[in-house]
């Protein structure tokens, strides 16, 4: 059974930094796709930032420059290091993955590609 849990959430100042871990048990991560979703109230889940399987990452226009993903997989690890915080960066973020198949580089980021999701960590910026 494949289990995702996320750590590191936290309550930062607008310009601080974090970083998000995701530890995935059940499968072995080296050859699977890898992402970090995030939802805020009232919103609809998006994509942040997707690493596929040589490791070339995505992100949304909106985290380019501020966020970097990796994944480390040895230990079976995925990361998300956050700076330059901004309050629109608020959200529940969620790690998801999926593996047996392949997924076009301009889909890494759609919700509907992942099967296996974590139960997510708070992040919370203020102002």
């Known amino acids: 059974q494949v289990q995702l849990v996320e750590s590191g959430g936290d309550s930062v100042q607008a310009g601080g930094s974090l970083r998000l871990s995701c530890a995935a048990s059940g499968y072995t991560s080296s050859n699977d796709y890898m992402a970090w979703f995030r ?3 009232g919103k609809a889940r998006e994509g942040v930032a997707a ?3 040589t490791g070339s990452p995505r992100y949304a226009p909106s985290v380019r420059g501020r966020f970097t993903i990796s994944k480390d997989n040895a230990k079976n690890t995925l990361y998300l290091e956050m700076n330059n915080l901004k309050p ?3 959200a529940m973020y969620y790690c998801a993955a999926d593996s047996g198949r392949p997924i076009d580089w301009f889909l ?6 992942y099967r296996y999701w974590g139960q ?5 910026v203020s102002s």
């Open 39 to 41: 939802q805020a109230p």
């Open 51 to 53: 690493i596929d399987r």
């Open 88 to 90: 629109e960066d608020t």
């Open 108 to 113: 890494l980021l759609a919700t509907f590609k």
């Open 120 to 124: 997510g960590t708070q992040v919370t």
